[in-house]
């Protein structure tokens, strides 16, 4: 045996290593998920210059709808606002506008025909390319992993009020 292979500092060199290129790969695997790319090179070009998360969306400023701007969405009706809440929870208390689809459902949901997606909830199915869709729940644990799905899907210009139904509440007084 050689001298590399007893080496008690080597291993966490290993583990970092392996920690490093499983990451890495996670990332280089989600990215290309996420996005079309046109050739190789725009793929690199994207992957040098971002830092994708693995298993889902970065939960940034670009993907977060804030109390003030979902206002002005709900009063210039420009926004589809979805509740991916219990339905028990949003016969409780729901933001006007607001049409439940519970998380557990909202994949199937969104694959749905135009058609049948208006028969069910009784609203224009949204569009992959719609930059007005925000989804919430109470706190904006479920809206982020809503997102995670709708992005998936192709809904790349979905967005979420992280606030959630709790900071709508808190500030309806104010």
Request: glycine share 6%; proline share 6%.
């Given at each position: ?35 079309p ?5 725009s ?7 971002s830092?994708?998360t693995c ?7 670009t ?7 979902l206002v ?10 979805f ?5 028990d929870?949003y016969?409780?208390g729901n933001?006007?506008?607001a049409v ?9 949901s969104?694959?749905l025909s ?10 224009k199915?949204?569009?992959?390319d ?6 919430h729940?109470?706190?904006?644990k479920?809206?982020?992993a809503?997102?995670d ?7 790349s210009r979905?967005?979420?009020y992280?606030?959630g139904y ?9």
């Open positions: 045996m050689n001298s590399f292979n007893r080496s008690p500092s080597c291993v966490p060199v290993v583990a970092m290593l392996s920690l490093l290129l499983s990451r890495t790969l996670c990332q280089v695997v989600t990215e290309a998920n996420l996005k790319y046109t050739s190789f090179a793929f690199i070009r994207t992957f040098t210059t830092g994708p298993g889902g969306v970065d939960d940034n400023d993907l977060v709808v804030t109390h003030s701007q002005t969405m709900l009063a210039n009706r420009s926004i589809q606002l509740d991916v809440r219990n339905p929870e016969q409780d933001i006007p506008q439940n689809i519970p998380l557990g459902t909202l994949e199937e969104l694959k135009p058609e049948i997606f208006k028969q069910k909830f009784n609203v199915s949204p569009e992959k719609d930059d007005n869709i925000v989804f729940c109470r706190s904006g479920r809206s982020l809503a997102l799905i709708a992005h998936r899907l192709g809904f979905a967005r979420h992280k606030g709790s900071e709508w509440i808190e500030l309806a007084g104010k």
